[in-house]
């Protein structure tokens, strides 16, 4: 579908602040334990240089470099795999930034070089045929192309192959930057103002109980539906400051419910956020078009939920006032646990998950798959009882819904474990 779209020319993207070395140090965690299931070394190293907030389409910035990374892993045996970020302003507000993978893998001929990245070509290293569809180089050259930058190759085989991405980014503007990073290390526990109201409307049960359980503990009034028509008879009688409305329901859907709800005077003005797991570039812009304000994929992202409700309400966030501070000693635990002090012994004692659990606790966490999260620790504990210190504290996390936290601990976990 990517690649129809953009030879239709009728391909978009969702240019927003993206948190640059961020996106890339997660993307670099979860291929360090990928590399590491096959025996693989793994290193990632970024210039001092590199901007922080830039504004491009984060999706398809992951999209590119997951597919450099995962054939880098794929093709290589033995050996290692590498990624390198490196920066130059070109003026100010707009930098050069360079993204290298290299590998040690089977390599590539040089009569092939071109033809790697043409649409369902693939690599069939002498008996070996590796899966795939044979799409992933082709469209991330195009994407690179379109994004206004290049991609190049070079490779000897036998002996390995470099992917050089280079991209134009400009600094995001400081309002932006505010926007996307507002908590830094702390903990959001609220908001400034009298509460707000917000309907959730959707027929499965725990998604439901999913966002009402987060949006409670920050303080807002909670209304649920479990199908459209329910939907509106609450919105008429509660008066909504915001409707989280899933597309797909009985009795009246998404679409029809909002029809509805627009007639009404009252309710002309509420804001009204569409989540749908369909998130094909049509079904959003379906949901624009209807007079939805918003789109959220399913499953839910919780910062992107958060970061929209706060923006269609005007809403100033309130965090905790302990922030999390790297501490004198190296502790692992102690930098990035908050209150957690270490006994005499307690250095000797501390148990990681293997490379295959952290990835699959990142992916999940990535996802605000909460409820995977919270399955994989409890089969964790069960096989290993010495992971505890290490599953209480996800877990705490998790049921504080705090994607965010638990992301950066396992990106950090991964890399220095």
Request: proline letters at 5%; glycine letters at 6%.
């Amino acid at each position: 579908l990517d690649s129809a779209k953009i030879e239709a020319r009728r391909f978009e993207f969702e240019r927003s602040a993206v948190n640059l070395p961020g996106l890339l140090a997660q993307s670099a965690a979860f291929f360090q334990a990928r590399a590491a299931q096959k025996g693989l070394s793994f290193s990632y190293e970024a210039k001092t240089d590199l901007p922080t907030m830039v504004l491009s389409d984060e999706k398809r910035l992951i999209q590119v470099l997951n597919n450099l990374l995962s054939n880098a892993v794929k093709f290589t045996e033995q050996g290692h795999v590498s990624l390198t970020a490196n920066s130059q302003a070109v003026r100010p507000g707009l930098f050069r930034v360079v993204l290298t993978v290299s590998d040690t893998g089977v390599g590539i001929p040089a009569d092939r070089l071109t033809d790697i990245f043409q649409p369902f070509y693939q690599v069939r290293d002498g008996q070996q045929f590796t899966e795939g569809t044979g799409l992933g180089l082709a469209i991330s050259d195009k994407l690179v192309s379109l994004l206004g930058g290049q991609l190049a190759v070079s490779s000897t085989p036998g002996k390995g192959s470099t992917f050089t991405v280079s991209l134009p980014l400009a600094a995001a503007a400081a309002r932006a930057v505010v926007a996307e990073t507002p908590s830094g290390n702390r903990r959001m526990v609220g908001y400034a103002g009298p509460p707000c109201r917000i309907l959730v409307a959707d027929d499965n049960t725990d998604n439901r109980l999913v966002v009402v359980s987060l949006l409670e503990r920050l303080g807002f009034v909670l209304d649920e539906a479990p199908d459209g028509q329910i939907a509106l008879d609450r919105a008429l009688h509660h008066r909504p400051d915001l409707i989280l409305m899933d597309l797909v329901m009985p009795n009246l859907n998404g679409f029809e419910a909002l029809e509805q709800l627009r007639s009404e005077p009252e309710l002309a003005d509420v804001k009204v956020i569409a989540f749908s797991a369909n998130v094909f570039e049509q079904n959003q812009q379906r949901s624009f078009k209807a007079g939805f304000d918003d789109f959220i994929a399913k499953p839910i992202d919780v910062d992107s939920l958060l970061e929209k409700i706060g923006l269609h309400l005007g809403l100033v966030w309130q965090y905790a006032d302990r922030v999390l501070e790297k501490p004198a000693n190296d502790n692992l635990l102690s930098n990035l646990i908050p209150d957690y002090q270490p006994d005499d012994n307690q250095e000797s004692n501390l148990y990681y998950p293997s490379a295959g659990q952290l990835a699959t606790l990142l992916d999940r966490a990535r996802r605000s798959d909460i409820g995977g999260i919270l399955a994989l620790l409890t089969e964790m504990e069960t096989e290993t009882p010495t992971l505890a210190p290490f599953t209480n504290q996800i877990r705490q996390w998790a049921n504080e819904f705090d994607t965010r936290r638990i992301r950066e601990y396992l990106t950090k976990v991964s890399t220095t474990a």
